[in-house]
């Protein structure tokens, strides 16, 4: 076991945490997450609903329908995603008599595949911690022991930490020419957001790698971790001057900072967004 794995399973002091990690026999959150994501995939596939569990993209909903949840879109929600209950009488609670629901309005699917995921969090650690009658309804966005559990299952339910790995194992990611491009990769084959697919790439494989999802259109940083921005603004000014026309892929690199640049574009996002990933040295 890892120092971070062991400085991780100490940070989590909740009950829902020991039991998990009691439940697989392991002294590591990420070992335990690990496990009972696993589990659910066997349990998935023992029901027979294997189809969209097969291989990546996996869809989470096939996970919920396991507990016997419906999954509903909403056009307008207040939070990212809620598990709503059907019976109103406190009492009766029951995790096969709720639904969850997922905010539609101006989120794209990758965004309501980890919301999805993320309420499946709530009813994998309902299941695990028993507490049917006294659990209170989980909602994204708030900070708790409890939400970074569920973060967690989300993250290893669309994009297996085993699998990953493989593949940044068979894509040679540590020599490739163009990190960004594999983070791209990752990204289409899990159908995950590229700010997911970056994160995973950094705690699996590459604790170096920062990135930066820019907008050259009207200078914006869409989201950005583990880099100086401006720095990396000037960079990618010069990679778009020198650039030839047609090029959707190039490097940098910065040796009095210590750096290496690789830019990607990525037209789904918008045309002249790029994904600049920087390997500090
Ligand atoms: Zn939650």
């Known amino acids: 076991m890892s120092s971070t794995c062991r400085r991780r399973a100490h940070r989590f002091r909740t009950k829902t945490a020991r039991k998990l990690m009691e439940k697989y026999g392991s002294d590591s959150i990420d070992d335990a997450i690990a496990c009972g994501v696993d589990e659910l995939r066997r349990r998935v596939r023992a029901k027979g609903f294997c189809n969209r569990f ?14 016997g949840v419906p999954v509903r879109k909403e056009e307008s929600l207040r939070y990212e995603g809620q598990i709503a209950r059907l019976d109103p009488d406190p009492d009766l609670f029951r995790i096969e008599r709720t639904t969850i629901q997922v905010r539609n309005e101006g989120r794209s699917p990758q965004r309501q595949r980890y919301t ?7 009813l994998l650690l309902w299941e695990i911690v028993g507490q049917s009658r ?3 309804l989980g909602r994204t966005g708030r900070e708790s022991e409890i939400e970074r559990l569920c ?23 540590l020599a490739s020419a163009n990190k960004a491009h594999c983070i791209v990769k990752i990204a289409r084959i899990f159908d995950v957001s590229l700010f ?6 950094k705690e699996i494989r590459e604790p170096r790698l ?9 200078e914006t940083v869409e989201w950005s971790f583990g880099v100086e921005e ?7 000014r010069n990679l778009e001057e020198s650039a030839s026309s047609g090029r959707s892929s190039y490097q940098a690199f910065n040796r009095k900072r210590g750096i290496v640049i690789q830019r990607f574009s990525w037209t789904r996002v918008s045309p002249k967004a790029v994904l600049a990933a920087q390997i500090s040295m």
């Open 54 to 67: 097969a291989s990546p993209p996996y869809d989470p909903s096939v996970v919920a329908a396991l507990f």
């Open 230 to 236: 401006n720095p990396l603004w000037d960079e990618l």
């Open 134 to 136: 006294k659990a209170h």
């Open 196 to 201: 997911l697919a970056s994160l995973r790439v």
């Open 210 to 218: 920062g990135c930066m999802l820019a907008n050259l259109m009207n």
């Open 116 to 122: 999805i995921a993320h309420e499946v969090g709530h």
């Open 151 to 173: 973060d967690m299952i989300a993250v290893e339910l669309l994009a297996p930490a085993k699998e990953v790995r493989a593949l940044l194992e068979k894509i040679n990611f």
